[in-house]
């Protein structure tokens, strides 16, 4: 089957680094999609990994290791802005090219 | 500015219903997307579609059909709605293997 795991909720500090673990199992892999939901609002692009490695973009950075099934999604210098939900997703290529949502990362930053 | 719009934020209707929820994107994209969201479960799909008059089953289609008659718009059709159809429901659209561009999202209780 396909399914997408990532911790329900995490909280950190402003000002600090956060890192959303994101695993994966998935037939036809074809690229993974992190988004940013804030609560009421509609998820929003964040990143887009589909080869190994680091992609950085400002404060977001996202890493893919396709050989682990696994990604991160790192926030550097955190605000209080990034209180949101984090929404790893894998495309596919079986299908028809779909994109498989996990449940999301709810962050909380404190003071 | 891209933009994706749906017909209504909050709507209720009364089992056994039928239900329409319109989506409109001006981007000029070919694919569009319909999810439900459910608290713990992430976003699923429905249906999508590759183009004008083409349609795919996603995840969970049972209840639901669409219709894709103009490039711009995407409907979801709930036959005869139940009251496990009660959801959020968000509307996408994308280019071939770029990210998705949400809509605003229709808060759907059913009665």
């Known amino acids: 089957g396909q399914n997408i795991d990532q911790p329900t909720e995490m909280t950190a500090t402003e000002g600090a680094i956060v890192q959303i673990n994101c695993t994966y199992q998935t037939s036809g892999f074809n690229g993974l999609f992190w988004y940013q939901q804030h609560a009421g609002e509609a998820p929003t692009f964040l990143s887009y990994n589909v080869l190994d490695g680091l992609e950085e973009k400002g404060r977001f950075s996202s890493f893919l290791s396709r050989s682990k099934g696994y990604s991160y999604l790192l926030l550097k210098e955190l605000q209080m802005k990034d209180s949101a939900s984090y929404l790893c997703?894998?495309?596919?290529?079986?299908?028809?090219?779909?994109?498989?949502f996990g449940a999301g990362t709810r962050l909380f930053v404190k003071a | 500015d891209v933009k994706v719009t749906q017909s209504s934020r909050y709507l209720v209707k009364r089992t056994g219903e039928k239900v329409f929820l319109e989506c409109v994107q001006d981007m000029d994209h070919e694919n569009m997307f319909w999810y439900r969201q459910d608290p713990g479960l992430g976003l699923r799909l429905i249906y999508f579609s590759y183009d004008v008059k083409m349609k795919e089953k996603g995840d969970i289609p049972e209840g639901y059909s669409v219709s894709r008659e103009k490039k711009e718009r995407f409907s979801l059709i709930l036959e005869s709605a139940s009251t496990n159809q009660t959801s959020m429901y968000l509307c996408?659209?994308?280019?071939?293997?770029?990210?998705?561009?949400f809509g605003p999202g229709t808060r759907l209780t059913v009665l």
């Open positions: 997703a894998v495309r596919t290529n079986t299908g028809g090219f779909k994109t498989i």
């Open positions: 996408a659209s994308s280019l071939p293997n770029n990210e998705q561009f």
